[in-house]
């Protein structure tokens, strides 16, 4: 089984807001910078995998200040642990707006992406080997978003989810 380090996955994209990517109050198009998202998440995870990977989910994700016209966005994606053949990226959103000299956390969101071969066939992923102690937080708590995610998607029975059945037992305990 081979493994790589979450830092070899880390990807950073920019993009500049332009008239084609906002509404017409000139703030930044939720589902433009979902797209972008997506492609700066299935650029890290590729590079995780070695392989073609397509997305099998995209966590909640809330849009907190608007982004203008003329910032420069900032996609920072990194995966947080692979699983069998899929991975989970975290993705971090910085808008910057370079004449006021503001920048500001706008996004942040989990994507799940499986690795598939040319005949469009899930293959095994290498495992993810977490360095720092950020890294090694977020490889623990994805086995909690993992479960939740695949009970969403019908894929998982809430009896079968050991990991949110401890989590939720601990809280009770607290
Ligand atoms: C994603 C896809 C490959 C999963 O195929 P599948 O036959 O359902 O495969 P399985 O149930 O065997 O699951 C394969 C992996 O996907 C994961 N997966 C499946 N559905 C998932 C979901 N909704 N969220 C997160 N992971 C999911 C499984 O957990 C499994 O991961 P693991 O091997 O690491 O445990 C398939 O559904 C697909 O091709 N979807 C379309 C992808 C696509 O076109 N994306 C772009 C959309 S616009």
Redesign the pocket.
């Known amino acids: 089984m081979t493994q790589k380090f979450a830092h070899e996955s880390f990807t950073v994209m920019n993009e500049l807001v332009l008239p084609n990517d906002t509404n017409t109050l000139n703030n930044l198009m939720g589902g433009r910078l979902l797209h972008w998202m997506d492609i700066a998440a299935a650029i890290s995870a590729q590079k995780h995998c070695n392989r073609i990977v397509?997305?099998?989910?995209v966590d909640n994700v809330s849009f907190k200040h608007p982004v203008k016209l003329g910032d420069v966005i900032s996609i920072e994606a990194k995966v947080t642990r692979a699983?069998?053949?899929?991975v989970e990226v975290r993705l971090v959103v910085w808008a910057q707006n370079i004449p006021s000299g503001t920048k500001i956390r706008s996004n942040e969101a989990f994507y799940?992406f499986?690795a598939?071969d040319q005949n469009?066939r899930?293959i095994t992923?290498p495992q993810l080997v977490p360095e720092t102690d950020d890294e090694k937080k977020l490889y623990n708590e994805a086995l909690q978003r993992?479960e939740l995610?695949?009970i969403l998607?019908g894929?998982l029975k809430p009896k079968d989810a050991k990991e949110l059945q401890q989590l939720f037992k601990e809280v009770v305990k607290d």
């Open positions: 397509v997305t099998a989910s699983f069998n053949t899929s799940t499986v598939i469009g899930t992923v993992r995610r695949l998607a894929k």
